[in-house]
């Protein structure tokens, strides 16, 4: 009597190889996109836009391609609206304006 379980064939179609290598693209493109190592807030909104897109371009499984491409266009303003918010405003401050800043201000009082 042999005790082993019987192998169970292990299958994955082409598809979901390849819809798995496409996920790990998109994912590492907008994380190229912030150009840091993304925060909690942002890996949430990246993974909501991966999903969307995914979704978009598989139209098989969305018989209403215009609601998933609706979410995917909002996904992708929000995730642009973040990383323009985040390029407006430096993570840690330039000393040398606050510098300048405070010579100023002080030359104007004098």
Known sequence: MDATPPQQAVTTSASTDAQA?????LRRAYQRQLRRKP???????????VKAELRELDAESTPNWYRAHNIAEDCRAAFNALIAK????????DLRAYLLAKQSKQAASA
Do not use: F, Q, S, V
């Open 86 to 93: 985040a390029d407006a405003k430096p993570a840690t401050p």
């Open 39 to 49: 925060t909690l807030l942002e890996k949430n909104l990246i993974a909501r836009l």
């Open 21 to 25: 290598r496409r996920e790990l693209a």
